[in-house]
């Protein structure tokens, strides 16, 4: 299946409220609302992507009869990379609540260019073999990180499906995404067209980790 990309505020939603204070300079200063933000719409993007598994007719038994329901076959895993993205993985996990999680550990090392390269540091994961996985951070800028990312679990497990999401990406970031991750289905609230030198996204909403957790010495 070659990528497809889903963004969110394409369609008029309550969505854009949420996205809306999580970039709003004043309102993002709560940090309770800024992660609750990110969960509700990590909540809205698992329910879009949950339309694309397997399910199949299930008798569910009523204390007055019986009722035939269209239930999901499949359990996704829910995966993040360390910190900026746990409050929207949280987001997946509250819809996917039977769902096994993974989680990275990764930084930039940054040159004095300016240049940067990823190191990955640990990947803590249950068996991937055959699963759909869903790749979650919040911001999907260069695309550099989570391509990497899933390159090493790709060359470790043959996944049954990838999707990576994002509540704000970058044109840049999916283009790379795509060029890497040809079979990844990206799923995105809001797509920039603008990166700084540092790589933040413009407009974006600054520094999620920060914004989320508390600036970090």
């Given amino acids: 299946m070659p990528t497809h990309t889903f963004v969110l505020n394409k ?7 949420f996205l809306a204070e999580m970039r709003d300079v004043n309102i993002q200063q709560d940090k309770y609302r800024f992660r609750k933000n990110q969960e509700r719409l990590g909540e809205i993007l698992a329910y879009e992507i949950s339309k694309t598994l397997n ?4 008798e569910v038994e009523t204390p007055l009869g019986t009722a035939n329901i ?9 995966a993040t990379i360390l910190r900026a993205g746990l409050p ?19 930084c930039r090392k940054v040159k004095k260019s300016g240049a940067f390269t990823i190191q990955i ?10 699963k759909t996985l869903i790749m979650c951070d919040t ?10 990312v899933c390159k090493e679990i790709i060359a470790q497990y043959n996944l049954k499906a990838l999707h990576i999401a994002a509540v704000i990406s970058s044109t840049e970031g999916i283009a790379h995404v795509r060029a890497n991750l040809p079979k990844a289905q990206i799923w995105t609230c809001a797509v920039d067209d603008e990166m ?9 909403l600054g520094d999620a980790g920060d914004l989320a957790f508390g600036e970090k010495v």
Wanted: glycine content about 6%; aromatic content about 10%; charged content about 10%.
């Fill in 196 to 204: 700084t030198s540092k790589a933040y996204i413009v407009p974006g």
């Fill in 121 to 130: 540091d640990q990947i803590s994961a249950p068996n991937l073999e055959g």
């Fill in 139 to 148: 911001m999907l800028a260069t695309g550099q990180s989570i391509a990497l």
């Fill in 88 to 106: 929207f993985h949280q987001g997946f996990l509250n819809f996917f609540d039977r769902a096994d999680a993974a989680f990275v550990t990764a």
């Fill in 11 to 17: 369609t008029n939603s309550i969505a854009n409220q």
């Fill in 70 to 78: 269209n239930l999901n076959t499949e359990q996704p895993v829910i």
């Fill in 55 to 58: 399910y199949e007719v299930t």
